[in-house]
């Protein structure tokens, strides 16, 4: 630009009709050059994986009027992933013996389940939370998911936090033992069917809005409340 203003208010004695073309074709070319430079490419997204337990598989719990757990299951991992693809996260949604979880590599693994349809005892209401911690490179990691999830699904669903049955499939829940051991991971189960029925069929997006912001929480380093903290029976 200066050299071409330069060009258009110097006299003519003063510059030369050949410098004035080598001038031009020089600021042509630095011009061509930086048009055909590559566009830069922003590195792929590490991407968010979500299990709907059972789906692919089996029903998973089935209650006596034929509500099974795998559709509660889809439901709500459908609306999770739905929510992060709205804020710009990449999210897989998996099934549950999915050949993707062989050495999966992502932000964070979360499998989505829920508890039996039966009535157990009036106790048997909540949620539990168990992290992939023998398996895991970075346990902490896996606790803090976890804690996460603690905190921000018992604020969004009023639900408590039920430790005491949290099973020994839980914790070594198989795909564990398959995705990348630098991969964050946690299984929920987000009710029981018989006495959280009616949140579970009902309000699947409050569910999932729960499971959502455990999983913002774990990903932008959010604070948590003290207490919400990962418990083992």
Not at 3 to 11: E, K, M, N
Not at 84 to 112: A, C, H, M, R, W
Request: hydrophobic residues 40%; contains cysteine; charged residues 15%.
């Amino acid at each position: 630009i200066i050299a071409t203003l330069f060009t258009i208010w110097t006299p003519g004695s003063l510059l030369s009709n050949s410098l004035t073309e080598k001038m031009s074709l020089a600021l042509q070319s630095r011009q061509e050059n930086v048009e055909n430079l590559p566009t830069p490419t922003a590195r792929p997204q590490e991407p968010i994986g979500i299990v709907a337990g059972h789906w692919g598989n089996d029903s998973g719990a089935v209650c006596p009027d034929g509500v099974k757990e795998v559709d509660l299951n889809l439901e709500i991992a459908t609306l999770v992933r739905n929510n992060l693809v709205s804020l710009g996260y990449t999210v897989d949604l998996l099934k549950e013996f999915d050949p993707n979880l062989y050495q999966y590599q992502g932000k964070l693994l979360l499998s989505i389940h829920n508890d039996s349809c039966e009535y157990i005892n009036n106790e048997a209401t909540g949620f539990k939370v168990a992290a992939a911690l023998a398996t895991s490179a970075y346990p902490e990691k896996s606790n803090r998911l976890t804690a996460c999830l603690i905190d921000r699904y018992a604020k969004a669903t009023n639900m408590s936090f039920h430790y005491s049955s949290i099973t020994h499939d839980m914790k070594e829940y198989h795909a564990f033992d398959e995705i990348n051991a630098s991969t964050p991971a946690a299984i929920i189960e987000t009710g029981f069917m018989n006495l959280d029925r009616e949140m579970l069929t009902q309000h699947p997006d409050q569910i999932a809005a729960g499971v959502t912001s455990g999983i913002l929480c774990f990903l932008n380093n959010e604070l948590i409340s003290p207490t919400s903290t990962p418990a083992t029976p």
